[in-house]
């Protein structure tokens, strides 16, 4: 994603991120061109949002290694859910979906699983009481 600028049409540079103070995040853009300012100001449902997607403000500071999506990903346990799983997870409230999604993922990785069934999401719900 980019921001760009309305003036002259070109892409904004990140400058500075500030927080979270009381749960809000404050992120400055300029324009390199013509020195126009853009502020991004979240609330506390929306910082915690972009945490938990691991989101990094402002961009990379060095360039992304060769195979480095896949190292991370086999060393973050990334697992997998069949179909049956997935539909069944469908069934939950939109608004409690994230924090089931999470829980369950979280779950399977410290027990080894590679694959959420629905045998397992069954088993971490009478583990963790939910």
Excluded at 39 to 55: C, D, F, Y
Excluded at 97 to 106: N, W, Y
Aim: proline fraction near 6%; hydrophobic fraction near 40%; include cysteine.
């Amino acid at each position: 994603m980019k921001l760009l600028c309305g003036a002259c049409d070109e892409a904004m540079k990140f400058t500075q991120a500030e927080g979270p103070r009381e749960g809000s995040l404050s992120v400055l853009f300029h324009c390199p061109r013509c020195g126009h300012r853009v502020a991004l100001l979240t609330n506390p449902w929306e910082t915690q949002l972009v945490r938990s997607l691991g989101v990094a403000i402002g961009g990379r500071a060095v360039a992304p290694e060769p195979l480095e999506l896949i190292r991370t990903t086999l060393a973050t346990g990334v697992v997998l859910w069949t179909e049956e799983a997935q539909s069944r997870l469908e069934r939950v409230p939109e608004i409690a979906r994230p924090l089931a999604r999470g829980s369950i993922e979280r779950y399977a990785r410290e027990r080894g699983y590679r694959e959420i069934t629905p045998q397992v999401m069954d088993e971490a719900r009478a583990r963790l009481g939910f």
